[in-house]
């Protein structure tokens, strides 16, 4: 099955777009975080990232795109343990107000997930962390190894890295972070003696890595600085495997993605002593 991938002019969002057109569309976002930056009195966050406004421009995306259907690919919520009291209804409404809009919405679990499914209206579909596969493209969160029929499948989508281009700062943005999409091509896979092999190999020509969409989100500067912690997973095994290009969410092309070196290792005690002679 053969889809076209298309990010949302101006938005972290993209289409999975098959060439037959009698197939639906999906819409894919990640990384939404409800909650992020809540309290006891504002469990949803502030108003610019409040579990509301993220659903009308997610309903918004939806008309626009033309979509059938919307897939988040992980952390649908920001708490990492468990969902707090204040935020379960918060997550319901949320998902509620996506179901409203009369497409079928899919939830592929993230780091941040754990404890989530319980307060999610029943309509939702969950998928476990090893993703799942929409008409040839394999969607994933990507904080741990996919399933093998996403391995399998011709594209890969996953979130999980909040990726972003450190540009010139302005007034307007002192960090100069901004946002970008990232699009990897992979090398043909070699092939490996089958009694070594833990999972499939990588079968996909291209990887995209989607933007988060909540707008509060960290971001990575991943043309300064390697990810460390829990982003180094996706990308050292995926992004460091093929050739990557950095896009602004205007679809300005920032050219190929450099990939800073893994810092070298640390020796204990400081300075190496000299050996004797």
């Known amino acids: 099955m053969e889809t076209r991938l298309e990010p949302v002019p101006g938005a972290p969002a993209l ?66 343990v468990g969902t707090p009291p204040p935020l379960r209804p918060v997550v319901f409404r949320f998902f509620g107000a996506l179901l409203e809009t009369g497409v079928p919405v899919d939830l592929v679990l993230g780091n941040h997930d754990v404890g989530i499914v319980p307060h999610l209206p029943r309509e939702v579909e969950v998928h476990p962390a090893g993703g799942l596969v929409r008409d040839g493209v394999g969607i994933f969160h990507g ?22 281009f450190r540009l010139a700062p302005t007034a307007d943005d002192p960090e100069g972070k901004r946002r970008c999409w ?39 500067a991943l043309n300064r600085n390697r990810p460390t912690r829990g982003r180094s997973f996706l990308y050292r095994r995926f992004l460091a495997r ?22 070298g290792p640390q020796k204990r005690g400081g300075a190496a002593r000299p050996t004797a002679r």
């Open 15 to 80: 289409v999975l777009a098959p060439y037959d057109r009698r197939r639906p569309r999906t819409l894919v976002v990640a990384d939404v975080h409800l909650g992020l930056g809540g309290t006891r009195a504002r469990p949803e966050g502030p108003p610019e990232g409040s579990a509301d406004r993220l659903a009308d421009e997610l309903g918004r995306l939806v008309r626009t795109a033309r979509a059938d259907a919307v897939v988040i690919a992980g952390d649908a919520k920001h708490p990492i």
């Open 143 to 164: 904080h741990r190894w996919p399933s093998n029929p996403v391995l399998r499948a011709p594209h890969l989508v996953a979130g999980h890295l909040h990726p972003g």
């Open 182 to 220: 990232v699009r990897v091509e992979f090398p043909a896979a070699a092939v490996r003696p089958r009694r070594r092999r833990r999972h499939a190999e990588i079968a996909a020509r291209e990887m995209v890595i989607v933007p988060a969409f909540h707008p509060l989100a960290g971001v990575e």
């Open 242 to 263: 093929g050739s990557a290009r950095a896009y602004l969410l205007d679809g300005t092309d920032l050219g190929p993605l450099p990939m800073p070196p893994a810092p």
